[in-house]
């Protein structure tokens, strides 16, 4: 039980990734009721939609779990406060913010009496996430799947960095789908993982069925973190990325990858099963990623790595 | 004891990393006396300088460690048959190939009843070094220095799935500096851990002072994977990496990239102290490595992973 359980009032632990497409109400209520973190993904979600689904979430979660319901916010999508509110009213305890400044939203959730983590791929950002007042980091490695960091630091080299330079809890990102991985992370002296590509892998994820099918068949190698020059992200190899790489080696610019990317890429790919023209985000971790699975066997399995 | 140590009769599973322009004798005699596998790196040799380090490593070495003396060849440069003949002849017994087909020297080497790893970078070369006969394996991942994968798996990742897929030990590399991601490798399942960027910051490595003042000083994120397209090697920022990465991010063909490269880039840089325009190759874990110390103090260290 370390201070990370305690803050938390949490056994295990483990935090489901907030993943945009993927990670909704069902998802997150059948994680909380395991007794790990189950977080919502609010960045593909219109304030409508994720009153929804946190609505959905508490009424499939067993009420004794509903501290461990979470939702994730990335800061750079609009509409995020009134989305925060939402989720303050419907008395959401555990707020994870993602890619923008921990600065600007902790001070006020911490107000409100919440519990905060910001997501950081670097010893500077981490610090930055202490001084802004979160109680917890989530120090993301250069493997994780989505949206990355620039300078490519990996899990292994990241979070002895990140621990060494912050006082509060550390949660280890990236890379991150078996209890050996989980028992690694806890001896690089993180206090707890957030898993994610793991979790697309479920009954109760909304990716599509194409997008779990080419998840389950990628091998080792397939996922490649692009557009370094607009918003990192690591992708699955398909068409579309093919496309991105292409670009990229030939020294294509931000404006030409922005004009490429357009909009709905993600939408068609991971929720509407488009493995052609669509965006696929999913971890470097999937070429070992074979089955479909309920979240509730995987979380047993992953348990495993807390047995001494 | 596991079946590495067992096979390569040794304590802690250790293996000082050969490097070009770094690891000769004094290194690797320093290492070995400590009951580590100390490398002699061939790569920037030419068979008589080869020579002259083998038989100096002897004689500084204790001869009941005398078995933990190891060369790394490099097989992608020439003069390599002469090279092995001349570590056959002085009963060097741990031969290490990289870079290139683990066919090519294996059953040679086992003939003449020597000990055999080969480096890889993904599962379908771990397996095809099993297949070679190869006595235990070396898995780098994407974080190591010098050459490098192309398919940039991170040591997370690789470890398990290559202990998944052969049956034969796994040492893993990449991203090892301390004696946590020790503990975190062998967590993976990894049977021993190879060491590079850690010592070349030590008294007895080859190293010019000032590429070590440079490592000292760098900052996460300040190493880079660069020429994919050529031979991907892994760098520390200063002018020569930067040039590099301008080239290839306006779309550098593999020619520019040779040419600019040229001859003696690594020598000027790592032996010599250019840090404008040599190249200097370390490992991402380099952000974390602040002091020279000695090997011996190191390695003491680094055996406190053992400690139950």
């Given at each position: 039980?370390?201070e990370?359980?305690r803050?938390?009032?949490?056994?295990h632990?483990?935090?489901?990734?907030g993943m945009?497409?993927?990670?909704?109400?069902?998802?997150?209520?059948?994680?909380?009721?395991?007794?790990?973190?189950?977080?919502?993904?609010?960045?593909?979600?219109?304030?409508?939609?994720l009153e929804?689904?946190?609505?959905?979430?508490?009424?499939?979660?067993?009420p004794?779990?509903?501290?461990?319901l979470?939702?994730?916010?990335?800061?750079?999508?609009?509409?995020?406060?009134?989305?925060?509110?939402?989720?303050?009213?419907?008395?959401?305890?555990?707020?994870?913010?993602?890619?923008?400044?921990?600065?600007?939203?902790?001070?006020?959730?911490?107000?409100?009496?919440r519990?905060?983590?910001?997501?950081?791929?670097?010893v500077?950002?981490?610090?930055?996430?202490?001084?802004?007042?979160v109680?917890?980091i989530i120090?993301?490695?250069?493997?994780?799947?989505?949206?990355?960091g620039?300078?490519e630091?990996?899990t292994?080299?990241l979070?002895?960095?990140?621990?060494?330079?912050?006082?509060?809890?550390?949660?280890a990102?990236?890379?991150i789908?078996?209890?050996?991985?989980?028992?690694?992370?806890?001896?690089?002296?993180a206090?707890?993982?957030?898993?994610?590509?793991r979790?697309v892998?479920?009954?109760?994820?909304?990716?599509?069925?194409?997008?779990?099918?080419?998840?389950?068949?990628a091998?080792p190698?397939?996922?490649?973190?692009l557009?370094?020059k607009?918003?990192p992200?690591?992708l699955?190899?398909?068409?579309?990325?093919?496309?991105?790489?292409?670009?990229?080696?030939?020294?294509?610019?931000?404006?030409?990858?922005?004009?490429?990317?357009?909009?709905?890429?993600?939408?068609?790919?991971?929720?509407?099963g488009?493995?052609?023209?669509?965006?696929?985000?999913?971890?470097?971790v999937?070429?070992?990623?074979?089955?479909?699975?309920s979240?509730?066997?995987?979380?047993k399995?992953?348990?495993?790595?807390?047995?001494?």
């Amino acid at each position: 039980m370390n201070e990370f359980c305690r803050i938390f009032n949490i056994k295990h632990p483990i935090i489901q990734a907030g993943m945009v497409w993927v990670s909704g109400a069902k998802l997150a209520a059948a994680c909380a009721n395991e007794g790990i973190i189950g977080t919502i993904g609010a960045g593909s979600m219109k304030p409508d939609l994720l009153e929804q689904h946190i609505k959905k979430a508490k009424k499939l979660t067993n009420p004794k779990y509903h501290h461990l319901l979470a939702v994730n916010f990335p800061l750079l999508y609009g509409q995020i406060e009134e989305q925060l509110k939402i989720a303050l009213n419907n008395n959401i305890k555990i707020f994870i913010t993602s890619a923008g400044s921990p600065k600007k939203f902790t001070k006020f959730l911490k107000d409100n009496n919440r519990l905060v983590l910001h997501v950081c791929s670097s010893v500077k950002e981490a610090k930055k996430c202490e001084e802004a007042g979160v109680d917890a980091i989530i120090a993301e490695g250069f493997e994780a799947g989505g949206h990355n960091g620039r300078n490519e630091t990996t899990t292994l080299v990241l979070i002895p960095q990140v621990v060494d330079n912050v006082k509060i809890p550390v949660i280890a990102a990236g890379g991150i789908a078996c209890s050996r991985q989980i028992r690694a992370a806890h001896a690089l002296g993180a206090s707890g993982v957030q898993i994610g590509s793991r979790f697309v892998m479920t009954t109760e994820s909304s990716a599509h069925q194409n997008f779990k099918t080419a998840v389950s068949d990628a091998l080792p190698g397939d996922t490649k973190l692009l557009m370094k020059k607009y918003v990192p992200v690591r992708l699955l190899r398909n068409q579309f990325s093919e496309v991105i790489k292409e670009m990229e080696a030939k020294g294509a610019k931000k404006e030409e990858l922005v004009e490429y990317l357009a909009k709905g890429r993600a939408k068609k790919g991971m929720l509407e099963g488009d493995l052609i023209n669509g965006e696929l985000e999913i971890g470097q971790v999937s070429g070992m990623i074979k089955e479909i699975q309920s979240a509730s066997n995987i979380i047993k399995e992953l348990k495993k790595a807390y047995l001494s």
